[in-house]
């Protein structure tokens, strides 16, 4: 039974980069529950997207027709964090993510996200262990499992990453804590209800959403798949 709590985060690395301020406006609309903002650097992935200038120059349109705001859940690609994290925080971001392989002290980036006024959350690439986790679980907001390598849009979904979701999930659930569990890479309508199985609340989609002209459908699609679960 599809869960309230479900979030599809439409990624904005595959939207039309020459109209994004449209885009953000176009996917809210066809029902979208957060804005992904993917961050990559050209030195901790092999691509360079957008900094912390589009965050902000995107966040008056990151808004339903009622006027609350929509989460924008920044996807950091970078190394180092904590400059940028800052940056992005200043820039209007709700959620930051990194990599923990990326910072030097994964404890003290958590903590100045957090003192920034934003969500703090650590994402785990397809052969990263969750092991940071030991440590960190009680300091962050979100888990973020990558089900494709980081760096590019459009890729095949890594099976091994439900294995890796079901071992967060059992980890949230021993924190007591209330910590959303994103999966992001290679989601689509017809796989995206063994991901929510596996125990995911949040699903980022990228070209599954962007790649066809009726947003409202694929996510109208997604959310029946998601009730179907
Ligand atoms: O972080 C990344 C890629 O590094 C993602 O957020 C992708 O943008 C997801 O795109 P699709 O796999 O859904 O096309
Ligand atoms: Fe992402």
Known sequence: M?????????????????????????VIEAGADWIHFDVMDNHYV????????????????ARRADGTAVPIDVHLMVEPVDALAQLFADAGADYISFHPEASGHVHRSVQAIRARG???????NPATPLDVLD?????????????????????????SALRKVEAARRRIEAS????????DGGIKA???????????????AGSAIFGK?????????????????
């Open 118 to 124: 934003c969500k703090p959350g650590l994402v785990f």
């Open 190 to 204: 017809d796989n995206i209800a063994r991901v929510a199985a596996a125990g995911a609340d949040t699903f980022v």
């Open 46 to 61: 092999p691509n360079l997207t957008f900094g912390p200038m589009v965050c902000s120059a995107l966040k008056p349109h």
């Open 2 to 26: 599809s869960s309230p709590t479900h979030r599809i985060a439409p990624s904005l690395l595959s939207a039309d980069f020459a109209r994004l301020g449209d885009e953000v406006r176009n």
């Open 176 to 183: 007591g804590r209330d910590i959303r569990l994103e999966v």
């Open 213 to 229: 002209p009726d947003y409202r459908a694929v996510i109208a699609d997604m959310r029946r798949a998601l009730e179907a679960d």
């Open 135 to 159: 440590w960190t679980i009680d300091e962050i907001d979100l888990i973020l499992i990558m089900s494709v390598n980081p760096g590019f849009g459009g890729q095949s979904f890594i099976d």
